[in-house]
Nanobody, 125 residues
Framework: QVQLAESGGGSVQAGGSLRLSCAVS????????MAWFRQAPGKEREGVAA???????TYTDSVKGRFTISRDNAQNTLYLQMNSLKPEDTAMYYC???????????????????WGQGTQVTVSS
């Protein structure tokens, strides 16, 4: 049974930092694509960042230069380092995984089979 468990969310002031973690179990983690998504109240879930098994990363434009996605294959853990946080980053953050994602679709939620329950990030101005 595949399980993804996010942690590290919380409340910070604008300009602050948070590091999210996603622990993966029951899954051959090392050769899969992993991603972070977020969903703010009243908005659609959007892709934030993705990392493929060869280390290639993809970011949505609004977080480039501020967020860094990384993975530790030995620890079966995915990370999202978030710096210079803004109020508009407030959302529930989810990690996701799949065996394969088509080219150019790394940040499309419909490409991912496995999902965590989410961790809340709140950024105050």
């Amino acid at each position: 049974q595949v399980q993804l468990a996010e942690s590290g969310g919380g409340s910070v002031q604008a300009g602050g930092s948070l590091r999210l973690s996603c622990a993966v179990s029951g899954y051959t983690y090392s050769n899969r694509i992993m991603a972070w998504f977020r969903q703010a109240p009243g908005k659609e879930r959007e892709g934030v960042a993705a990392v493929e098994n060869d280390g290639r990363t993809t970011y949505t434009d609004s977080v480039k230069g501020r967020f860094t996605i990384s993975r530790d294959n030995a620890q079966n853990t995915l990370y999202l380092q978030m710096n210079s946080l803004k109020p508009e980053d407030t959302a529930m953050y989810y990690c996701a995984a799949d065996d394969y994602v088509g080219p150019g679709r790394q940040l499309k939620q419909y490409e991912y089979k496995y999902w965590g329950q989410g961790t809340q990030v709140t950024v105050s101005s």
